[in-house]
C-alpha cells in the first residue's frame, strides 16, 4: 500500500512537471520565427543540410565525448548512448529555464545516482567536472574574444573592461574554487559544515568515509592517474568552441556572404555576452545581439533574419531531441531496477 502511495505521488509529480516543462516548451517555440524559418529552409540544397547537420553532430558528440572521458577518471565508464540521453533531457531543462546553460544538473546527479546506480559523491563529482570544464573553457573563450575587440565599435573600451573584469572575476573564482576542493579538503568541510555533515550522513550505508571525503579522493586521483583523459576533455571542449565558429561561419556562407575573422569573432561574442542574461533559451536577447552586429558590421539586415531563422531552426530540433530523451526518464522505478554502470 505504501508502495502504491509513494508510486502515485510520483505520477501526480512527473504529469505536473511535464505540464510544466510542455508549456515552457510551447511558449519558447512562439517565440521562434517560424516564418522566416520556413522561408529559409527553401534556400537550403542537400549538401548544405548534410554539412550543417554533420557539424552540429560533431558538436554533441564533442560534448558527451568530453563527458565520458570525464567520468572514466572518475572510474564511472557509461556509454556515450547514456550519457548523450542525459546531457540532452538535462540540456532541454536548462534551455526551459532562465538561468544561463544551468538548470537541468539535478536531475542529471539523480539520474546518475538512481538509474545509472552511481554512488551519490561519484555523481556529483562526475557532473560538477564536467561542468567546471565546459564554463571555464566557455568563460576563458569569451574572454579572449572581449579582449580582442577590446577598444573597437563592438567592445568600446569602458565597457571592455568592465566586461572584462567581471568575466576575468569568474574565471579566477572557479580555478580557485577547483584548487580548494583538490588542495584544501578539509579547510572547505570545516567552512561548510552543516553540508557536509548531512551529506555524510546521507551516505552512511555505502559509503563509511562520507560523501566529502569520497568526493575529494576521486578528485585526486583524476588528477594523479588520468591527466591524460582530462587534458584531452579539455581538448574537446576547445575544438567544440572550433565547431560553433565553424557552424556560424557556414550558415553565413548560406545566406550568400564571406564574412571576415573579425565578423565572426564579433558576431560570436555578442550571441554569447546575450546567451548570458536570464532568459530562456536567449529568446530576445541573441535576436537583439545579432541586428545590432549585422548593422555594426553594414552587412544587410535581411541576411541577419535569416541567420536568426536557422539558428533558431537548429534550437528548435535540439530542444525536441531533448524533450525526447527527458521523457525517456520519466518513468518511476522500484528500487534495485537501477540500470547498470557497466
Known amino acids: 500500500m505504501t508502495q502504491r502511495r509513494s508510486l502515485n505521488r510520483w505520477n501526480l509529480t512527473t504529469l505536473v512537471l511535464w505540464l510544466l516543462a510542455l508549456a515552457l516548451a510551447g511558449w519558447t517555440l512562439r517565440q521562434l520565427p517560424l516564418s522566416s524559418i520556413v522561408a529559409q529552409l527553401g534556400q537550403l540544397a542537400w549538401h548544405n543540410w548534410l554539412l550543417w547537420t554533420l557539424v552540429n553532430g560533431a558538436i554533441l558528440f564533442m560534448a558527451v ?43 542529471q546527479v539523480f539520474w546518475l ?58 574565471l579566477a573564482a ?49 588528477l594523479t592517474l588520468h591527466r591524460a583523459r582530462l587534458w584531452a576533455a579539455l581538448l574537446l571542449s576547445l575544438l567544440g568552441w572550433v565547431a560553433l565558429v565553424l557552424e556560424l561561419w557556414l550558415l553565413l556562407r548560406f545566406l550568400g556572404l564571406s564574412p571576415s575573422p573579425t565578423d565572426l569573432l564579433t558576431m560570436m561574442v555578442g550571441m554569447r555576452l546575450a546567451m548570458l542574461l536570464p532568459v530562456p533559451g536567449g529568446i530576445g536577447t541573441i535576436e537583439a545581439s545579432l541586428l545590432w552586429s549585422f548593422q555594426l558590421l553594414g552587412l544587410p539586415v535581411s541576411a541577419a533574419l535569416g541567420l536568426i531563422a536557422l539558428t533558431r531552426l537548429r534550437d528548435a530540433v535540439v530542444l525536441l531531441v531533448g524533450l525526447g530523451c527527458l521523457w525517456s526518464f520519466h518513468r518511476p522505478r522500484l528500487p534495485g531496477n537501477a540500470v547498470s554502470a557497466e
Open 65 to 107: 565525448k568530453r563527458w565520458q572521458l570525464l567520468g572514466q577518471a572518475l572510474q564511472a565508464p557509461l556509454s556515450l548512448g547514456s550519457l548523450f540521453r542525459m546531457r540532452q533531457a538535462g540540456s532541454a531543462v536548462s534551455f526551459l529555464t532562465p538561468g544561463p546553460h544551468f538548470g537541468g544538473e539535478p536531475l
Open 174 to 222: 572557479l580555478v580557485v574554487a577547483a584548487a580548494l576542493v583538490v588542495r584544501h579538503p578539509v579547510w572547505l568541510a570545516n567552512r561548510f559544515r552543516p553540508l557536509t555533515q548531512r551529506w555524510r550522513g546521507a551516505e552512511n550505508d555505502s559509503n563509511p568515509e562520507g560523501g566529502w571525503q569520497a568526493l575529494v579522493r576521486l578528485m585526486q586521483n583524476a
Open 113 to 170: 545516482h538512481r538509474v545509472f546506480a552511481q554512488p551519490l559523491h561519484r555523481a556529483v563529482a562526475m557532473l560538477g567536472l564536467d561542468r567546471f570544464v565546459e564554463t571555464s573553457t566557455n568563460i576563458a573563450v569569451l574572454l579572449a574574444g572581449v579582449l580582442m575587440l577590446l577598444g573597437t565599435a563592438m567592445v568600446p573600451l569602458d565597457d571592455g573592461l568592465q566586461v572584462s573584469a567581471i568575466l576575468g572575476g569568474v
